[in-house]
């Protein structure tokens, strides 16, 4: 298997602060990867398609200046929560594809914001 | 919209074969059909995937229909570490498509 790697994997911060989120292919080059949000008891939720050296494309109803992407290199993605607010206490995961037929998509270990 | 449907919840007693169902009748010809499950406060696993043919791999086994309208995913001898959300989800095969999740099914696995 592939192992995608997210850093931190646990995060308390002040309202009103920016939070940075790390994702990481550790031993592949992911041209593409997502970021989901997950609520308590509910299914991950797509946010945003983070594409390498472009801009992300974000879901419907994803405030693309809330939630920055940066996806700089072939092994890293970066989600930035800015100007948090405690309804953004969620788990946030990122996904890591190969790009070659076969298909599945490596997670990491998501991160837990809490913003208080 | 997920486009298949589980059953919410599932329990199996541990030693036991764990059969999860899944409807997706709406499945394209060119759409794979994916499983992953996910343990609590952890990022989804990939378990296994098919197009036709019934698949076999270390985790599981995956019996999909003729008509492709549904699948089983077996998990031959559940133990309690397999206790997860298990979602089916159906999907083309480049690798590059984002995955949407429906609700999945909860399967507890009971001592």
């Known amino acids: 298997g592939a192992v995608v790697s997210q850093h931190p994997s646990r995060v308390i911060c002040k309202s009103g602060t920016s939070v940075k989120i790390e994702c990481r292919s550790l031993?592949?080059?992911?041209?593409?990867m997502f970021w989901y949000r997950q609520f308590p008891k509910k299914s991950l939720m797509l946010m945003a398609t983070?594409?390498?050296?472009?801009?992300?494309?974000?879901e419907q109803g994803v405030e693309k200046d809330k939630f920055l992407i940066n996806h700089a290199s072939l092994t890293l993605s970066t989600l930035t929560v800015t100007s948090a607010h405690p309804e953004d206490s969620s788990f946030y995961i990122c996904?890591?594809?190969?790009?070659?037929?076969?298909?599945?998509?490596?997670f990491g270990e998501g991160s837990r914001l809490t913003v208080l | 919209d997920a486009k298949t449907t589980q059953p919410p919840s599932m329990d199996c007693a541990e030693g036991r074969a764990a059969n999860l169902p899944c409807n997706h009748s709406?499945?394209?010809?060119?759409?794979?059909v994916y499983w992953y499950r996910q343990i609590h406060s952890q990022g989804p696993q990939y378990i296994i995937h098919?197009?036709?043919n019934n698949e076999t791999n270390e985790m599981a086994s995956l019996i999909i229909t003729e008509d492709r309208k549904s699948s089983t995913l077996i998990l031959p001898h559940a133990t309690l570490r397999d206790t997860a959300v298990y979602y089916c989800?159906?999907?083309?095969?480049?690798?590059?498509?984002?995955?949407?999740f429906g609700t999945g099914t909860r399967l507890t696995i009971i001592p």
């Open positions: 996904s890591a594809s190969k790009n070659r037929a076969g298909g599945e998509l490596f």
């Open positions: 031993d592949f080059q992911a041209t593409t």
């Open positions: 098919g197009l036709k």
């Open positions: 983070s594409n390498e050296g472009s801009k992300a494309t974000y």
């Open positions: 709406t499945i394209s010809g060119n759409e794979y």
């Open positions: 989800i159906r999907n083309t095969n480049f690798g590059n498509e984002k995955l949407t």
